[in-house]
Each structure stands twice: as C-alpha cells, then as structure tokens.
C-alpha cells in the first residue's frame, strides 16, 4: 500500500478544486427544476402548435452544454472548470481562470545542494 503524501494533500490547487466542484453541484442541483419546467413548457408549445419553440430550444441546448461541462468537471474527466471559465463550447476563453497550477517557490542553489 501506497504512503500517503503529506505535499499532495496540502496543495492549495486540489483544495481549490474542491469548492469549486461544491459550487458546480449544488449549481446543477440548483437548476434541475428548471430543466422540468423548459421540458413542459416545450411540450405544451409542441401540444398546441406542432412545433418546438426555438428561443426555448437554444436555451435548452445550452444548458445541455453547460450540464456536460459541469459532469465532465465533477467525475474528473476534464481539468477545465465550466463556463463561465471556459467558453460554453469546451474551448478556453481568453481572460481563463487556472485552478490547477501550483506555485513552486524557488530555493537557493546553496540550499538544494545542502537538503541533498
């Protein structure tokens, strides 16, 4: 078995990840009420005129979007946080926020020699 890593678990990165996903889950628990009301409200829009309302279906694509995004964050199939740090399209966005880097301070040649 495996020691655990006393640098792993203290990276701010990872703990940063993890309000971040918080955040992420209770936003799409959040908003799954509304994915019921825009299904029945498309529906009564096919019921009475045959045909699916368009403004409501663009938003519904993009919350398709944006679920994906936000499942693909939280079962660590991607490092990229959901919109809005990423285009809702998956590709970075210019002015992107970078959760997972790690910041190494630099230590003196003098020292690294001494610790080795």
Known sequence: MEQINREEITKTSKWAR???M???A???NFSIPF???FALIQFVFFLLTGNVN???SRVCSWLLKFYNQIISY???QTDLPPFPFTDIDGESS???VVVDTEIE???PKEEKEETS
């Open 35 to 37: 994915l019921f009301g």
């Open 54 to 56: 368009e403004p409501l």
């Open 26 to 28: 209770f936003i799409f």
């Open 74 to 76: 939280l079962l660590f």
């Open 22 to 24: 918080l955040i992420y």
């Open 105 to 107: 301070e630099e230590v």
């Open 94 to 96: 210019s002015d992107e």
């Open 18 to 20: 993890l309000v971040y």
